[in-house]
Every structure is written in C-alpha cells, then in structure tokens.
C-alpha cells in the first residue's frame, strides 16, 4: 500500500470518528438533561463517558496502528 492510499485512508478514518463524535456531542447536552429527570449523577456520568469516548477511539486506533505496523 502506498503512503498516498495510506494517508487518504487514515484522513477517512479521522473524518467519520469526528464526525460520529461530534454528532454525539451535539445531542449530548439534552440526552445528559433527560438522564438528570432522573439521576444527576447518572447523567454526569454520561456526559464524561461521551467526552472521554472520543480520546480512547483514538487511543485504540493509536494501539491498532502501532500492533500492525501502519505509518501515518
């Protein structure tokens, strides 16, 4: 595989997780508010597992990368 496919692969991969996380994000304030009806830290809870989602999608991509040899 050469670096153009590669970097046109990884850009793709970037894209979709940002924006499947930024949609999430964008809804997430009324989901978080429909949990607070009924538990305030259930719906802190949700919140920070949203947030901290888009760091550990990154991470294990990070972890797949480097287990299979792929260069960005």
């Not at 991969?13 to 305030?40: E, R, Y």
């Amino acid at each position: 595989m050469s670096n153009s496919s590669n970097d046109r692969s990884s850009a793709i991969a970037a894209a979709v997780i940002l924006i499947g996380v930024g949609v999430l994000l964008f809804v997430m304030p009324k989901i978080v508010m429909w949990i607070a009806q009924f538990s305030t830290i259930l719906a802190a809870a949700f919140g920070s597992v949203v947030v901290l989602s888009f760091f550990v999608i990154f991470w294990f991509r990070a972890r797949y990368q480097r287990r299979h040899k792929i260069q960005d």
